[in-house]
């Protein structure tokens, strides 16, 4: 069975956009991936079909209804209750390549994409969707954080990558550590006048793996100094 990306959204036409190209589309295409979405609007209540209204309490913007939102869902998880839900949201736990690995173990995902101040806290309560935040910043919806969560876990599912398979070796990959990844060089040999370092070239294994792995350190150390706190104590 193919991975299954469920998205409901008030703008379902934004998928699979980006992730409709290169290897992810080439992916999709082969049915190694499918996408399904789902039109929030489908499920809006009264006869103009409202999806949202004016938060309880006063404040500015809009909050997606709890009903809508439910039934919306509800449509969605008849048949695939086994499915992570996520909700895209800056109150979310952060999102990482730990979570990447654990969801491109299962069979899909389903999110729900908000667009507006935030969701009836009723909904959240009722039915415990996993809030999920890319960063510390506001986007306008969950849409583009579904996408980039998304890409970083399909790319995870064997076969998406196809040959160009390199899940393991890469920042943040336990295979690595936890560290970013070392320099990487290709041709020209030079370049403005600067030359790939004659070690990487060089043909000896060992030399090369020992220099990677001490270029990954001194990255780790200068730019994520959290990253380095978490690798050394590890080490402990
Ligand atoms: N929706 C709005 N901002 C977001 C963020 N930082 N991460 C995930 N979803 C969001």
């Given at each position: 069975m193919s991975f299954a990306a469920h998205i409901i959204s008030a703008y379902p036409d934004m998928f699979p956009g980006p992730l409709g190209e290169s290897l992810h589309g080439r992916a999709l295409a082969d049915g190694l991936w499918r996408i399904e979405t789902h039109d929030l609007r489908n499920f809006g209540a009264g006869k103009h079909k409202n999806i949202d209204d004016t938060p309880a309490g006063g404040g500015p913007g809009m909050v997606l209804r709890a009903d809508v939102a439910a039934a919306a869902l509800d449509s969605v998880t008849t048949g695939h209750d086994d499915l992570p839900v996520?909700?895209?949201?800056?109150?979310?736990?952060?999102?990482?390549?730990?979570?990447?690995?654990?969801?491109?173990?299962?069979?899909?995902?389903?999110?729900?994409?908000?667009?507006?101040?935030?969701?009836?806290?009723?909904?959240?309560?009722?039915?415990?969707?996993?809030?999920?935040?890319?960063?510390?910043?506001?986007?306008?919806?969950?849409?583009?954080?579904?996408?980039?969560?998304?890409?970083?876990?399909?790319?995870?599912?064997?076969?998406?990558?196809?040959?160009?398979?390199?899940?393991?070796?890469?920042?943040?990959?336990?295979?690595?550590?936890?560290?970013?990844?070392?320099?990487?060089?290709?041709?020209?040999?030079?370049?403005?006048?600067?030359?790939?370092?004659?070690?990487?070239?060089?043909?000896?294994?060992?030399?090369?793996?020992?220099?990677?792995?001490?270029?990954?350190e001194t990255l780790t150390q200068s730019r994520r100094p959290d990253l380095w706190a978490d690798f050394v104590k590890r080490k402990k």
């Amino acid at each position: 069975m193919s991975f299954a990306a469920h998205i409901i959204s008030a703008y379902p036409d934004m998928f699979p956009g980006p992730l409709g190209e290169s290897l992810h589309g080439r992916a999709l295409a082969d049915g190694l991936w499918r996408i399904e979405t789902h039109d929030l609007r489908n499920f809006g209540a009264g006869k103009h079909k409202n999806i949202d209204d004016t938060p309880a309490g006063g404040g500015p913007g809009m909050v997606l209804r709890a009903d809508v939102a439910a039934a919306a869902l509800d449509s969605v998880t008849t048949g695939h209750d086994d499915l992570p839900v996520i909700l895209p949201s800056p109150r979310g736990v952060p999102f990482g390549q730990t979570l990447a690995h654990e969801w491109a173990q299962g069979d899909g995902l389903i999110f729900l994409c908000n667009r507006f101040e935030g969701v009836d806290e009723r909904f959240i309560a009722a039915r415990q969707p996993l809030e999920v935040s890319l960063g510390d910043y506001v986007l306008a919806g969950g849409e583009l954080a579904a996408m980039v969560m998304l890409e970083a876990t399909l790319r995870l599912v064997p076969g998406v990558m196809g040959k160009l398979e390199s899940g393991t070796d890469e920042s943040f990959s336990p295979a690595n550590d936890g560290l970013l990844e070392y320099p990487q060089f290709t041709r020209p040999q030079s370049f403005e006048g600067r030359d790939i370092p004659d070690l990487v070239t060089s043909g000896d294994h060992e030399k090369l793996a020992a220099w990677r792995r001490a270029q990954a350190e001194t990255l780790t150390q200068s730019r994520r100094p959290d990253l380095w706190a978490d690798f050394v104590k590890r080490k402990k």
